[in-house]
């Protein structure tokens, strides 16, 4: 079955950096596009960036876009996001997703989440 194990969180201070990673098991990680997510304490699930399943294409929500970076490696099924410049309204649970396609960010699986909290 589809897994997908997220980790990498924890705390940071404003400005500071973490790279999150995805460990994705029981599908062809290659052929499919993959995306992160977020939801903060009270909000609702925000889609943050994804990518296609070839990594030729890559997508970010204007909220991160400068700041954060997703890429892959599909000899590894493993997907990474590097978040720099971090603010406090980064703070959220952050979700590794499974495209429905290889180059589509609708998603229809996801991880357990890992926790990222931003503040000094």
């Known amino acids: 079955q589809v897994q997908l194990v997220e980790s990498g969180g924890g705390l940071a201070q404003p400005g500071g950096s973490l790279r999150l990673s995805c460990a994705a098991s029981?599908?062809?990680?290659?052929?499919?596009?993959m995306s992160w997510a977020r939801q903060a304490p009270g909000k609702g699930l925000e889609w943050v960036s994804g990518?296609?399943?070839?990594?030729?294409?890559?997508y970010y929500a204007d909220s991160v876009k400068g700041r954060f970076t997703i890429s892959r490696d599909n000899t590894k099924n493993m997907l990474y996001l590097q978040m720099n410049s971090l603010k406090p309204e980064d703070t959220a649970l952050y979700y590794c997703?499974?495209?429905?396609?290889?180059?589509?960010?609708?998603?229809?699986?996801w991880g357990q989440g890992t926790q990222v909290t931003v503040s000094s």
């Open positions: 029981g599908f062809s990680f290659s052929s499919f596009a």
């Open positions: 990518v296609f399943a070839d990594a030729t294409n890559t």
């Open positions: 997703t499974k495209g429905v396609h290889s180059r589509s960010l609708e998603y229809d699986y």
